[in-house]
């Protein structure tokens, strides 16, 4: 009777049925697997408290695995000996913390077999590091994604937008996942926590057009100490430094204030600058609270793209390998 009330308001509403599918809910395992978010949430508690980088890495996980075939966990799936997966494209050579990731799915697996996907993991246990912090969770995670059987090399590079994008190239990147420029500069505030790689900018500090100058768009103060900890060496992959100086684990608006004052490391992040719309957004975003519920609606509009709901993709055993 329920169930068929509900396909009726779905016809009557969206005017047919596929309307009512695509749909993730709140707290969808709340018959299913009651402990579910428990877990995430007290396994996530004690990996970050012992190491404080795991929240920039998930937030990049979850970034990276929604662009690529929506947030089906696919950049989880591990390279077979007949397919290299996404995680093994150059762009997420860096991820990390898959690990914890599988210890979620270990304990869930335990506590209700075949339940919970490993695509509401990641979503999930992403939002409780970054909130860890703040006691609070900062946004809302939708659940009820299953998990998507096809992850592939390729593909990567063709969704996930590099750090020598200029504003229109990044619009358009999120535009065609269906963010928009709001969600662009709000979602860049991510770099508010976590490393980044010098290999990856240190053509902005020692040879930005090819006659060894410098980005003239780079606050020199700072180029200056970047270049104390970024040698002037191109075989150098290694090197990293915080993105947002002596404030990477702080999830805070010290972002967009670096960005104001040229400080942004990747020139993705100082291409917010070059349009007068984004510039006065960025200003906007100075603001705590203003940055937070911006930061919560751009991630709930993320954490929906593309998603596999109700038959489509499976509920994989274990998160790195596909269902046999
Ligand atoms: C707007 C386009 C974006 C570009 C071009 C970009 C690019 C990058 C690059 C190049 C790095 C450094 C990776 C490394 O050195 O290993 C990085 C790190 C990071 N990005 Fe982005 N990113 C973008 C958007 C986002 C979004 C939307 C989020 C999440 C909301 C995000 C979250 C992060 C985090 C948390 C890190 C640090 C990872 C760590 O410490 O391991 N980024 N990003
Ligand atoms: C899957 O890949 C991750 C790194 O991407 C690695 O740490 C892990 O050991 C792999 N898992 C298995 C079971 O091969
Ligand atoms: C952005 O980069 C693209 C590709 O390199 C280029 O065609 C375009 O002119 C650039 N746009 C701006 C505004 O610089
Ligand atoms: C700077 O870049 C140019 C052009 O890419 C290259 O020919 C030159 O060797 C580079 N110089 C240094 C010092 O890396």
């Known amino acids: 009777m329920k169930i068929k009330f509900i396909l009726l308001a779905c016809v009557v509403v969206f005017g047919f049925l596929g309307g009512c599918q695509g749909k993730l809910t709140k707290n969808f395992y709340k018959h299913s697997c009651p402990r579910a978010e428990s877990i995430v949430q007290q396994i996530v508690s004690q990996r970050v408290l012992a190491d404080p980088r795991v929240p920039a890495r998930l937030l990049r996980m979850h970034f990276h695995d929604c662009f690529v075939r929506g947030c089906d ?68 995670v939708l659940t009820g994604r299953r998990d998507g059987r096809v992850s592939t090399a390729a593909e990567p590079p063709l969704n996930i937008p590099t750090p020598v994008m200029n504003f229109t190239q990044l619009k358009q990147n999120f535009a065609r996942k269906g963010l928009s420029k709001q969600d662009l500069i709000v979602l860049s505030g991510g770099h508010t926590i976590g490393l980044g790689h010098c290999f990856l900018f240190r053509s902005r500090l020692y040879n930005f057009t090819g006659r060894g100058d410098q980005d ?43 960005l104001l004052q040229n400080k942004g490391l990747f020139t993705s992040d100082a291409a917010l600058l070059t349009n007068n719309d984004a510039k006065n957004a960025v200003k906007q975003l100075l603001k705590t609270e203003r940055f937070f519920n911006a930061f919560a609606n751009s991630m709930e509009r993320m954490g929906v793209i593309g998603v596999l709901t109700g038959s489509a993709g499976e509920i994989r055993k274990k998160c790195w390998l596909v269902n046999s």
């Open 216 to 258: 003239p768009s780079l606050d020199p103060t700072y180029a200056a100490s970047l270049k104390t900890q970024c040698p002037n060496n191109n075989n150098d992959f290694t090197s990293f430094v915080e993105m947002d100086p002596k404030s990477s684990t702080n999830f805070d608006t010290l972002y967009y204030s670096n």
């Open 73 to 140: 966990g696919s950049i989880l799936l591990n390279s077979t000996a007949t397919n290299t997966a996404e995680k093994d494209a150059l762009i997420n050579l860096n991820l990390a913390s898959f690990d914890v990731i599988d210890q979620i799915k270990a304990a869930l697996e335990n506590a209700c077999p075949g339940t919970v996907s490993c695509a509401d993991i990641l979503a999930l246990a992403t939002r409780d590091a970054v909130s860890l912090q703040y006691k609070r969770s900062l946004w809302v």
